[in-house]
Structures are given as C-alpha cells and as structure tokens.
Nanobody
Framework: QVQLVESGGGLVQAGESLRLSCAASGFIFITNAINWFRQAPGKQREWVATITSGGSTDYANSVKGRFTISRDNAENTVYLQMNSLKPEDTAVYYC????????WGQGTQVTVSS
C-alpha cells in the first residue's frame, strides 16, 4: 500500500537549518508529484512546496528563498532543506501525494526557538 514516512524534524534555534525527508513506497514514485505541507498549532494546514515528477518546483511565498525541495528517484525520497529558520516555521510538516485520492505521512515536528 502507499506509504509516506517523514523524518528529520527537531528543535533548532532561529537562523539554523534542518533537512526533512519523505520516504515513499507502494507506488511508482518517479511518476508522482510530492508536496510538503505544514500545520502550526491552532492553524489550518498550509502548502509549503511541490516537486513534480519532472523535477519542477514551486514554493509558498513564506518559504521562497529559504527552503529547497528535491527528490532522489533512486531512493524514492523527497527532501525539504530548510535554511534560515524562523519561529513562525514551527509546525508539524507532512508530505503528500495524490494517486486517485490523497495520501499523507504521519508528520514530523519542527520547532524553531527565538
């Protein structure tokens, strides 16, 4: 079955970096776009970044220039490199793919202290 497993979250100080991973299985990874979303306490889940099957990328304005999404098709993994982190980046980060319907991972917590 389709599985997405996020990892790499943690507690960092403002200005530091983290790299999140999304390991995928159960589908033909190379043909699917993967998205990163995040949800802060008390807020709606919001889109962060997308990478298409062809490697094109797009970012929310709030992270553009600081975050980079990439994929390793040999490892069936998508990464989210997060630099210059801010306290407002604190959230649970999820990866998602759509194959008929949406599939989500369990999320990984990112906490940025000021």
């Amino acid at each position: 079955q389709v599985q997405l497993v996020e990892s790499g979250g943690g507690l960092v100080q403002a200005g530091e970096s983290l790299r999140l991973s999304c390991a995928a299985s159960g589908f033909i990874f190379i043909t699917n776009a993967i998205n990163w979303f995040r949800q802060a306490p008390g807020k709606q889940r919001e889109w962060v970044a997308t990478i298409t099957s062809g490697g094109s990328t797009d970012y929310a304005n709030s992270v553009k220039g600081r975050f980079t999404i990439s994929r390793d098709n040999a490892e069936n993994t998508v990464y989210l490199q997060m630099n210059s982190l801010k306290p407002e980046d604190t959230a649970v980060y999820y990866c998602r793919t759509v194959i008929g319907w949406e599939y989500w991972g369990q999320g990984t917590q990112v906490t940025v202290s000021s």
